[in-house]
């Protein structure tokens, strides 16, 4: 009798990989409906084997994990971006935007948020796993007060609160360890297999920068960010109207298909419509003369 191949295990593997099936019940699905005697013994073992270290590399990212792969990020665009050396900006937007992270649903990081203004006339912002934001003088040029601005840091608190680049990061590492395992699914697997499956999570720190500079975020993560950059801007006492405020400046002066904002994340306007939905503006907000003032003298000649 002709032995099944490896290749026909695959659907049980993928199984244990979308559900996280307990292993003796991967096992159970993977001999289902074959005959195992025409099975390798050895074959069973090594496909055991492969799905413990695929299931290994999976299991949820620590703080600790989450804030090196934040750092390492956050490296890759400084070799893109020049930081903005001026202590007055960076000191406002580490005011405003520590201020902002502290209303968030999501409070506490393992080395805790921090901001820093890019010395770049593109219209931009980046938030790396971790809580590194990166904010372009050319978006802060955009607003126009510091409602406008604590929009812009709130939305990418937003994209920290829902853990959008570790979610990424993950997507990655399931479809590269499939991969490989299609790859070898006629071979035995042995300790290089293995170990380049376990190796997928450093090399996905390509793949999480390349959605933050080229491809961007989903549509849903997009909105997912909006969310919460209104209930941070309430619980402050901002007006979630400057989130509007500000999409509806970005789609009078953004370019469709540039290389900044508008390449990506979602139209301004078709935002603009999914927020709409569920804020109402406060008009007088607390301390709105204070507030302007101090976005005037930290901001001024940016």
Do not use: W
Not at 123 to 146: D, K, Q
């Amino acid at each position: 009798m002709k032995k099944a191949p490896l290749i026909l295990l695959l659907p049980g593997l993928v199984l244990i990989l979308a559900s996280c099936a307990s292993l003796s019940a991967t096992l159970d699905n993977l001999k289902d409906g074959f005959d195992v005697s025409d099975i390798d013994t050895q074959d069973v073992e090594n496909i055991a084997e492969t799905a413990r270290e695929v299931k290994k590399s999976f299991q949820d990212i620590t703080p600790e994990q989450e804030y090196y792969i934040g750092r390492a990020v956050g490296a890759v665009i400084l070799n893109q971006y020049e930081p903005y050396d001026v202590d007055r900006v960076n000191d406002y937007l580490n005011l405003l935007g520590q201020t902002l992270a502290m209303a968030s649903d999501r409070p506490e990081l393992f080395s805790g948020y921090h901001f820093l203004v890019l010395d770049s006339g593109e219209i931009n912002a980046f938030a790396t796993p971790s809580g590194l934001i990166f904010v372009t003088r050319g978006m802060l040029r955009l607003t126009r007060n510091e409602g406008m601005v604590a929009a812009v840091l709130a939305h990418e608190i937003g994209h920290v609160v829902n853990k959008h680049g570790l979610k990424a990061i993950k997507q990655s590492r399931i479809t590269s360890a499939l991969g490989k395992i299609a790859v070898t699914a006629g071979e035995t697997l042995g300790g290089q297999e293995l170990a380049s499956l376990t190796m997928d999570f450093k090399d996905s720190i390509g793949d999480i920068t390349g959605t933050l500079i080229t491809s961007g975020y989903s549509r849903v993560n997009e909105y997912d960010a909006d969310r919460q950059a209104v209930k941070i801007l309430s619980r402050l006492g901002y007006d979630p109207g400057g989130l509007i405020d500000l999409l509806e400046e970005m789609d009078k002066q953004l370019v469709p298909g540039g290389q900044d904002f508008a390449k990506t994340h979602p139209e301004p306007q078709k935002r603009i419509n999914a927020v709409s939905r569920y804020v109402e503006r406060q008009y007088a907000g607390p301390n709105t003369e204070a507030r302007q003032k101090r976005y005037e003298t930290a901001l001024n000649g940016i």
